[in-house]
């Protein structure tokens, strides 16, 4: 019994080999120049056996290490990612090839890969500043004070790479996960979009709300959150509430408002109702131009309306940002909130704004709660310049 117990395990190793060497010889007759090829063995060896501090970040898709350098001296940084994909290996390389090629200033480049057995690791240009979410929302100890003109590029420089993604490239790219741990940043504060690709590499069920809704409570489009509508639509929704972060200098995830405990987007709201839209405004911020500011305030409600279809695309948004514009704030609807809810075992559902309980008799239905997304009301294209 002990022989043929030993023959079913040489034999499953044989098949596993075999398995690899076959994966290994699809990743090599894929691979182009535009994607390198790395062993397991060099990234375990460069990651000290990935070792805990080495870590510089993660999320729902994986952990992200610091290497040192690759071969030819590039410094990168390394995602092993923790999900696994049901493409087999030629459609993942496939997807890889198409991803690393797709290059704008405000996305962050792809730069190698490695597929052996079970894993599945992405090899990224390594970025100085880490993520806006460290740098502008962590701990005091590595918190900077980014002024505004910062602050302003950080916005447009996110808003062009998304814009990019969405209406310059084909097919598009609905990133799913825009916050501020996915901006990164580099030696000179430049934003850079990351993990833009890997919503094509997953199938559609590693989402946010199968996986780490509590991580991104706060950014999540309502009809994306509760009915599952993934629409650009969505990633300009988690966009503006970006936008209201980078100039509270406050997590949308983490932070609440008021009495009633409001999001960062229903207060941003009731600022609004009550004309006091600066308050909002980092208190770091000694100087910063009150126009230029209100107007980024107004363009982030604009992409936060609750009906999806009035939300802006990004090319007018990035025009609403780089322009003194005047905004028709005629056509501009509550926000859409989406909350996690403790009744129902984690459930999830839409909430009125605290503005919408205030005057709940005065209006038969609440704009927040419709579902008639395709009704013909006025376009957004009203806001921008005539």
Known sequence: MCVAMSFMCFGGFQRCRRNNEHDQEQAEDIATNSVQLLSYNSLRSATGNFNPSNKIGGGGFGLVYKQGFLRDGTQVAIKCLSAESKQGTKEFLTEINI??????????????????????????????????????????????????????????????????????IEPYIVHRDIKASN????????????????????????????????????????????????????????????????????????????????????????????????DLVDQELTQYPEDEVMRFIKVALFCTQGAAHKRP???????????????????????????????NSGGVSFEETSSSRKNKGKQSVNPLLTTNYLSNSQSVTKMLPR
């Open 183 to 278: 901006i990164l940043l580099d030696a000179n504060f430049c934003p850079k979009i990351g993990d833009f690709g890997l919503a094509k590499l997953f199938p559609d069920n590693i989402t946010h709300v199968s996986t780490r809704v509590a991580g991104t409570v706060g950014y999540l489009a309502p009809e994306y959150a509760l009915l599952g509508q993934l629409t650009k639509k969505a990633d300009i929704y988690s966009f503006g509430v970006l936008i209201l972060e980078i100039i509270s200098g406050r997590s949308s995830s983490k932070a609440a408002f008021g009495e009633d405990l409001m999001v960062l987007v229903e207060w941003t709201w009731v600022l609004r109702e009550e004309g006091r839209l600066l």
């Open 99 to 168: 991803i690393s090629n797709i290059r704008h200033p405000n996305l962050v480049e792809l730069v190698g890969c490695c597929i052996e057995g079970n894993n599945r690791i992405l090899i990224y240009e390594y970025l100085e500043n880490n993520s806006l979410a460290s740098v502008l929302l962590g701990s005091k100890s590595r918190y900077v004070c980014l002024d505004w003109p910062q602050r302003a590029a950080i916005c447009l420089g996110t808003a062009s790479g998304l814009a990019f993604l969405h209406e310059e």
């Open 313 to 343: 695309t990004m090319k007018q948004v990035v025009e609403m940002l780089s322009k003194d514009v005047s905004l028709d704030e005629k056509v501009l609807m509550e926000p859409g909130v989406y909350r996690h809810t403790s009744r």
